[in-house]
């Protein structure tokens, strides 16, 4: 699920607000254990992380600017933490777990290349040319908002705590991990590890924990009900089911946008042809029927 | 171990210093590895506590404060990144989980009624006034230097992710948990918890652990290399090992200051009782040695 599922614009981004938003993805988390489930919980944190630039950047005469993969390895704890709260008071008995998730990317990845991800807040050009000076980012200008920074969002190719995650999950009812996307780092040539500013996008990464740990499905929580086709147009109509190959073809024709419904259906694709298992896309309040297949929309190998 | 050990008071602060002291730790945490142990590591938090809470006030016009509990969350997180990080690049077989762990303790803790902990910046009298009014904070002033929160530091009583620690304790190699002494959280009559501004000692929370896991040893890793009586007298003598028993004596005696050794030597007391088996307390350098009985002060159950 985003990040957004705790925090939403009109939000005024208080912990207090955000443990309320987490209480409605417990309730329906618990009702999922109740059935007998077990869950991992991967989630966004788009709007987490810009506050804690936000803080980052007012507080840069007095301590160091932090680094995004710091921030989100921050919003992993803070954001973790008020979703373990919220679903402790579901149930006493259920098994929680969150777990720091580190995440390889590949220091070749093109995104590297040329950086498009936006993140944090809108600078003012004299702070920005010191900013892309002195600390190396790259900025980008919206005209009339400001200079922003821009990263890359490369593929996740490994999932560094893997063993951790799987020895939560043979243990536990809910497993949080992969939270952002994870902290993204890259390995030089000497194998060594390295924290890296991008952002993983978190459906990459829930489609590879997904296959990594032999996920029986994968659902992909959004703020749509379901896949439309001609998404806008006279002619847009919902999509039930489709096959990888199917989802392949429409996401090459454009159907869906690279910043929103595009990454969301290539995680599902890449998860159903990786383990033979569906994916599904929908809305967190219909998760139950999703699962039955009475809801969302289905990605099926093939 | 303490916060400090990864951000002293003469360094920069930034995230590529204190990796560079998380490769110090993770150097010994690797040969303990090598040598067959499984080890947790509980870290304090605070000068890195103290940053969050620079960012926090910094940015307070733009987005909403911090609490204490969410920053100890922040530094689970980020402190635990840079420690695996290291870690892996000590050995890439090496196993290592970073677990969110929430600590319960009581409502009621007598640190709650009169809070002495100071925490965070220091802050102008004005300023000192709005946030005790509007945020409730309890602050002192500190002669000369302006006005500080001070918050409780209550006894932790039970490890809310017991489970989840213990599953990773059973596959890894090291398990980093309990961070900055826990995010403190109580339980309300109808046992629903919530997060409270508070900072639980790291060392009773290591003890606690410990305890529940059925550690065969606790260490705690402190900037001296014994413990030693009459400290700074001219009678001043290092003690190589002493009872649970004559522990208590010399810390009701006030051998040991309650801000610094006092609570290592409670935590290293609790351990011993309760499980039988030996604590020690020394420096971070001395880890084999104080495991093996030579360096370092052992106390032992009795």
Same mark, same amino acid.
């Given at each position: 699920m985003g990040g957004n599922a705790l925090m939403q614009a009109t939000d005024d981004g208080s912990l207090?607000?955000?443990?309320?938003r987490a209480v409605e993805v417990a309730k329906v988390l618990h009702g999922l254990c109740r059935r007998g489930y077990r869950v991992m919980l991967v989630h966004g944190n788009g709007p987490q992380?810009?506050? *804690?630039?936000?803080?980052? *950047?007012?507080? !840069?005469?007095?301590v160091p600017i932090s680094s995004l993969d710091a921030c989100v390895a921050s919003?992993?704890?803070?954001?973790?933490?008020?979703?373990?709260?919220?679903?402790?008071n579901q149930s006493h008995t259920l098994r929680v777990a969150t777990v720091l998730t580190l995440?390889?990317?590949?220091?070749?990845?093109?995104?590297? !290349?040329?950086?498009?991800?936006?993140?944090?807040?809108?600078?003012?050009?004299?702070?920005?040319?010191?900013?892309?000076?002195?600390?190396?980012?790259?900025?980008?200008?919206?005209?009339?908002?400001?200079?922003?920074?821009?990263v890359a969002s490369p593929r996740p190719i490994d999932i560094v705590n893997i063993?951790?995650?799987?020895a939560a999950m043979s243990r536990m009812d809910v497993v949080i991990a992969g939270g952002g996307g994870g902290?993204?780092?890259?390995?030089?040539? !000497?194998?060594?590890?390295?924290?890296v500013e991008a952002v993983i996008d978190k459906d990459l990464t829930s489609s590879l924990l997904g296959q990594l740990l032999?996920?029986?499905?994968?659902?992909?929580?959004?703020?749509?009900?379901?896949?439309?086709?001609d998404f806008g147009k006279p002619t847009e109509r919902r999509v039930d089911q489709?096959?990888?190959? *199917?989802?392949?073809?429409?996401?090459?024709?454009?159907?869906?946008?690279?910043?929103?419904?595009?990454?969301k259906v290539q995680a599902a694709i890449d998860f159903a042809r990786a383990t033979g298992q569906p994916a599904a896309i929908g809305s967190v309040g219909h998760v139950a029927r999703i699962l039955a297949g009475r809801a969302g929309t289905r990605i099926v190998d093939g």
């Open positions: 207090a607000q955000q443990y309320r992380v810009g506050q *804690e630039l936000i803080r980052s *950047e007012e507080a !840069s005469t007095k919003t992993q704890g803070t954001m973790g933490y008020q979703l373990e709260l919220a679903l402790y995440v390889e990317v590949a220091g070749d990845d093109v995104g590297f !290349s040329r950086p498009t991800k936006p993140v944090g807040p809108f600078f003012a050009p004299l702070r920005a040319r010191e900013l892309m000076r002195r600390n190396k980012w790259q900025m980008v200008e919206d005209a009339g908002r400001g200079w922003r920074k821009v063993g951790a995650i799987d902290v993204p780092v890259v390995r030089d040539d !000497s194998g060594r590890l390295a924290g032999g996920a029986q499905m994968m659902v992909v929580l959004t703020a749509v009900d379901h896949v439309s086709l489709m096959t990888a190959a *199917e989802a392949q073809t429409h996401l090459a024709q454009g159907q869906f946008p690279p910043g929103s419904m595009g990454p």
